[in-house]
């Protein structure tokens, strides 16, 4: 090994142990700063100098070409951070206008904080140089970031002919920490973003790219000796007002609008019990969504879409709920008249839990080739709980226990989980799960009633002849009463040049985790597969490359094969910001059944092989302008028909300002499907949305969405119709003071075509107002 590769490493695990034996003192100063953005009250002169200059992506530790200090000092209530961002090209400054949490392309510098210095999770802000707010946290365990939490704090930035600076002040309130510990350490790291050709992620510390672990090698910072939480109350009560009209469309005519107006007034409280744990209430809520969600493209696909929670009520602390599997997905809840939450951390104990109704019942039915969502109209409790204890940084073991309820059925799931890493490069997870669930004779009869595949005025439930069908549904008309269960077993082994893994999941058929998005079991899974990665140095034109191969094998409990797949792909990020990726598969798997006996659930039907070529490409070329595009073609398995087909995908993406305020963009999905010689559907998504941001605070979006397609009846088994548009629109003006006091008004409306109509026909719209206040106490 070369002698400068030995002593970088020895310096690099000297300074990591430095800092984790020797903590830096943060300064104690009773002297508030003016959020400004000018760093020029006295206070600034007192502060806690750091300095921001190494580059640890996609370089490790290398000089940073720009000049950015911190100064940070706390006032036993608020921890304030000084940045001056230095830049000798102050107009290749990336800055625009946008919304919060909308600014990751732009220029910004910020801070991550581990507030319990357990390396668990760290929370993040980062701020734009015109001062507009990133936050969210990251969690170690689950290797994800969640941009949808919130925190209340304050930022200006301001640019000039030297480069930006920016204020900060973090409320201490936000963060959950000890209290009870006089002298609190806390670990942190400061941070720029410098994107230009490439994007240089620039930090205030050595980070080892050999420990996948970047959490734990941020470095202590000791004081916070007056901090107190106090009584951390919140109460937000919130107005919505609105008027929807619907109409029903019936063969080629529509209906009279139907028209209903309400106004609804709810309550959300917010209070620390103590400061390690929260509860937050909400009476009559108003869980409606605001903002649109992404189109997505549901055709050939036998799986039910994914869609991320957005609701601040569910947001606030979601990680301390989170665990490998995905037990707990809160948009499974749609109208609840009240909702509880508790959440806490202390010693090593994190805990959370949560209990809400439901005016509707959704519940996600599970198969092994398919799932379908069933939603019924009958009152359901939900109620959810997890616990996790750190006994150190390298191990955990949490518990999650999940319930529904309603008057025709109920669903509990008990989990076990744990995550050990005996080395920084190793990492073992582990996670077993038991399900009980009970369906009466009301439930299967309203699932008669409202799914097309089967037929109710028969005694009991028979299935149609004329459509396919998810076993799962079948698996509750033949048995009533259902006990599963599952489990999921990992090992990784990750050093800084490559990565290996194999991971083995089982889910018998009567698994089911109805609180959770789980949506497929009667299965049991082998994956393996790994990585070696590429680092180039700066003169090259590039900066990393990857290649990446896996291969699994899937059987249901029959052992019959539902798939084999092996799949490689190499990818390489080069200048621009850009990336390419090159991925080729091949797959062998089970289309879906067209025997409709109710005797043979257990059996698969013919095995395919399908074989497809993908390449995504990315570039950020300027200020401004993003665009991508994703193409796969190959052969494809046709689920509605049973038999393989040719299919070509092709996804485009532009986003652009075209002023620091306006900002466009464009997302189009084009699929289409052939077999047998001819055309067996084309699908156009088209997803347009323009902004006018007026300032950090407010903005006036107009969202169209448009679907279109178009099935060629004649290669089709069975009868659909020829033609299917939808077009659906959402204007919203957004003012928000904080993420908790916020101002919505908004118009939205949606309408279809199908065979039987011309043209499109709208069947819905919707005004709305909606107005919220936090008074922090």
Known sequence: MHKSIIFASFFSASFSVLCATQPIELPYIPQPAKVDGKLDEPSWQQAKKIVIDNVTWPYENTQSPVTTYAYVYEDGETLYIGFDAQDANPEQIRAFYRDRDAAWDDDLVGLKIDSYNNSQLAYQFFINPLGVQQDSIENELTKRESASWDGIWDSVGVVHESGYTVEVAIPLRVLNFDDSIT??????????????????????????????????????????????????????????????????IDASKAGEWQSEQNTEVSLDLKWGITPDITLNATINPDFSQVEADVAQLSVNNNFSLFFPEKRAFFLDNADYFASTLNLIHTRNIAQPDYGAKITGSKSGHTF???????????????????????????KSENAAMRYRYDF????????????????????????????????????????????ETQYTEAFINALCDGDSCLTANTEPCEINQDCDFNEGVLRVLDQQKQSGNGYFVKYEHDEKYWRAF?????????????????????????????????????????????????????????????????????????????YFELSVEHRNRTGLRHDKSRLDIESNTDLFSENGIGLYSNFKPKAGLFASLYMYTGNAVDLANNRVGNKLKIRPILNMNLSKHFEVRLRHTYETLDANGSEVFTANLSDVRFTYQFNVNSFLRLAVIYTDLERNKNNYIDDVDSQYKKLATQLLYSYKLNPQTVFFAGYSDTGYQDDDLSSITKEQRTLFAKFSYAWLL
Not at 207 to 222: E, T, V
Request: a negative charge.
């Open 352 to 378: 959370a839990g949560f209990i809400a109704n439901d005016s509707q019942t959704n519940v996600l039915i599970p198969g092994n080739l398919g799932s379908s969502l069933v939603t019924l109209d009958s």
């Open 183 to 248: 002298t609190k350490t806390m670990a942190m790291e400061f941070l720029r973003f410098l994107p230009r050709s490439e994007r240089l992620r620039i930090s205030s510390m050595q980070i080892d790219h050999g420990n996948n672990c970047w959490i734990c090698q941020m470095p202590s910072y000791n004081g916070f000796e007056q901090a107190k939480q106090g009584n951390n109350i919140a109460v937000i009560p919130s107005i919505v007002a609105g008027k929807n009209e619907n109409r029903d």
């Open 392 to 435: 150190e940084s390298d191990l955990s073991l949490g518990s999650t226990i999940t319930h529904r309820q309603s008057d025709d059925y109920n669903n509990s799931v008990l989990s076990i989980d744990s995550k050990y890493k005996p080395t920084v490069n190793d990492t073992f997870l582990v996670q077993v799960l038991q399900s």
């Open 502 to 578: 194999a991971d083995y999941q089982y889910r018998d058929a009567d698994l089911r985790a109805d609180l959770g998005f789980i949506s497929q079991v009667d299965f049991q899974k082998f994956t393996t597969g790994g990585e070696y990665r590429w680092y180039g140095e700066e003169h090259n034109w590039w900066n990393r490359a990857n290649w990446y191969a896996d291969w699994d094998i899937t059987h249901n409990e029959n052992n019959e094969l539902l798939e084999k797949e092996v799949q490689t792909s190499f990818s390489v990020n080069g200048p621009m910001q850009s």
